[in-house]
């Protein structure tokens, strides 16, 4: 199987992206927490893969890629999408679990809700592994948090004092996507592999979807299979969100990725980055170790965006790097630098050349 496998780095000034909640036995009841990691040697700030996932979800739906979001309905104490991977997008890439209640409250609820018009019949359980899969974005150095205290005084009387945590860091992410399973639906009595219930092989089959008869699946076309993916490059190109933005705005678009489509689903840049001082630093060995180690696994170039300004000695040293026989597998594949966003439209284009559609087989 062949995957698009990345990392990125988000460049946090003054931030407090994914926050804890209250902390108990702060002097004051209303101090807030960011959310750290505690080890031997310090604090690790860290952002969840589910706030990660949702900012990346947002972003899609507010843009201008043709993205198709799946509706969400509410029932009590659970909320699921319309588990729909043929019609939504959302569904397809970013997977569900969707086991609808079989007591005639509950259908009656349901149907008495108009809200639900247009819902997707559900007659059985269905899941739906990820193909989209995101690790916790982790500081890639020890910091302590800052305590910011502050009051509200616009009102009467006394100020009221508050106080939270922010954090000055650089966040480190992973991820991958299993380019087969994107547009790949099956209907194996599998947990994870139970994609599709009665109601949605009939509807493959009324789209003339591909049968793999020997998978149990149906396929989208390349084509449609290709949008959607490349929708969400862009989306992660462009991705906004995070926590208290109003008093710590941080640009949370990655300021560095490392893109290559690659055999296997094993991550083979987890450690080309390093630190120095807090500040990110490039293991030249370790990505030389990668690009020799896994030379039969890396099918497309390794493109590298890294915005200027941003740690610009290192990025200084990736240029340079390049354009050394080192920088080349011994395929042929060699790193390509620019902006990330120029990364990731590079990598959208050689998805779409014609020769790289076994890509997604």
Do not use: C
């Amino acid at each position: 199987m062949t995957y698009v496998t990345g990392l990125f780095l988000i460049d946090a000034n003054a931030s407090a992206l994914n926050n804890l909640g209250a902390i108990e036995g702060e002097r004051y009841d209303n101090s807030t927490g960011v959310k750290v990691i505690r080890t031997n040697e310090g604090f690790y700030p860290y952002i969840s893969a589910q706030a990660f996932r949702y900012w990346l979800r947002q972003t899609l739906q507010q843009s201008d890629f043709g993205w198709k979001s799946a509706p969400v309905y509410r029932e009590e104490k659970i909320a699921y999408t319309d588990a729909n991977p043929i019609k939504w997008w959302d569904d397809d890439l970013f997977g569900y679990m969707r086991a609808p209640s079989k007591r005639e409250s509950a259908k009656a609820k349901r149907e008495a809700d108009s809200s639900r018009m247009g819902e997707t019949e559900t007659t059985d359980t269905i899941t739906r592994t990820s193909p989209f899969r995101v690790s916790t974005l982790v500081s890639i150095a020890p910091v302590r948090p800052t305590n910011d205290f502050g009051v509200m005084s616009r009102q009467d009387g006394d100020p009221v004092p508050h106080e939270h945590q922010f954090y000055r860091t650089t966040l480190q992410g992973l991820f991958s996507l299993s380019l087969k399973s994107s547009g790949t639906f099956w209907y194996k009595k599998k947990t994870g592999f139970r994609n599709l219930d009665d109601v949605r092989i009939d509807q493959a089959k009324a789209e003339n979807l591909e049968l793999l008869e020997d998978e149990k699946a149906y396929r989208l076309p390349k084509d449609q299979r290709l949008q959607r993916i490349t929708s969400l490059f862009e989306g992660m190109a462009k991705i906004e969100g995070g926590a208290k933005l109003s008093i710590h705005y941080t640009d949370v678009s990655p300021v560095v990725v490392i893109l290559a489509v690659t055999k296997g689903g094993n991550h083979i840049f987890s450690h080309v980055i390093g630190e120095n001082k807090g500040r990110p630093e490039v293991n030249f060995e370790a990505l030389k170790e990668s690009l020799q180690i896994f030379n039969d696994e890396i099918v497309s170039d390794i493109f590298i965006g890294w915005v200027r300004g941003y740690s610009e000695e290192e990025r200084n040293k990736i240029e340079a790097f390049a354009k050394t026989t080192e920088a080349k597998t011994e395929n042929g594949k060699e790193i390509k630098l620019g902006h990330p966003r120029e990364a990731f439209k590079n990598l959208i284009a050689e998805m779409k050349k014609p020769e790289n559609s076994v890509w997604l087989e």
